[in-house]
């Protein structure tokens, strides 16, 4: 079976980063792009970017560019995303997702992100 | 990027009843759309790809139709199970973008 189960939920300060996982079981996170996906209840869901984690080959969306790094350990069939230089813009909800390849088949049951002073 | 203006926010509806959810590209983007539903508890699951292809596990009470711009989404005979938010999703060009979902809720 299918699993994407993602991390705990992080309280950070401003300014500060944080680096949020995404551990696969049922099928080798080589074989499918993993995506990444931000909910805010008032902005609705929007697409972060993609890596390839056979070749670490990634796509952001533009306004993610400088936001966001997606990274992949193969050995322990995980993805990761770090968000830098948080602000309360960056309070959210994150999903991972496996893609087919461009729509996703499978989420992370999603984690959530606040940044507080 | 494209504008995917899904419509309505809100539909109330009873069990047996039929529904159907529009979603509006600003472009065209093929058949390149995907339909998913979210339920509280639950991981995101998509229910239709291609604007028309039930993805495997999908019932059979769900379709898909459209291309181009303008996309339905159509539940018949809605069960108790069917009352949740759905989004559609194109995946025509970068960057993917989502509509603003649908809220199905109990009459």
């Known amino acids: 079976e299918v699993q994407l189960q993602q991390s705990g939920p992080e309280l950070r300060r401003p300014g500060s980063s944080v680096k949020l996982s995404c551990k696969a079981s049922g099928y080798s996170i080589t074989d499918y792009l993993m995506h990444w996906v931000k909910h805010r209840p008032e902005h609705g869901l929007e697409w972060i970017g993609w890596i390839d984690p056979e070749d670490g080959e990634t796509k952001y969306a533009q306004k993610f560019q400088s936001k966001a790094t997606l990274t992949a350990d193969t050995s322990s069939n995980t993805a990761y995303m770090q968000l830098s230089s948080l602000t309360s813009e960056d309070t959210a909800t994150y999903f991972c997702a496996r893609g087919l390849p461009h729509y996703f088949d499978y989420w992370g049951q999603g984690v959530m992100v606040t940044v507080s002073s | 990027d494209v504008q995917m203006t899904q419509s309505p926010s809100y539909l109330a509806a009873s069990p047996g009843e039929s529904v159907s959810i529009s979603c509006k590209a600003s472009k065209s983007i093929s058949n390149n759309l995907a339909w998913y539903q979210e339920k509280p508890g639950k991981a995101n699951k998509l229910l239709i790809h291609s604007g028309s292809t039930l993805q495997s596990g999908t019932p059979s009470r769900f379709s898909g139709s459209g291309s181009g711009t303008d996309f339905t989404l159509t539940i018949r005979s809605l069960e108790s199970e069917d009352f949740a938010v759905y989004y559609c999703?194109?995946?025509?060009?970068?960057?993917?973008?989502f509509g603003a979902g649908t809220k199905l809720e109990l009459k």
């Open positions: 999703q194109q995946y025509n060009e970068y960057p993917y973008t």
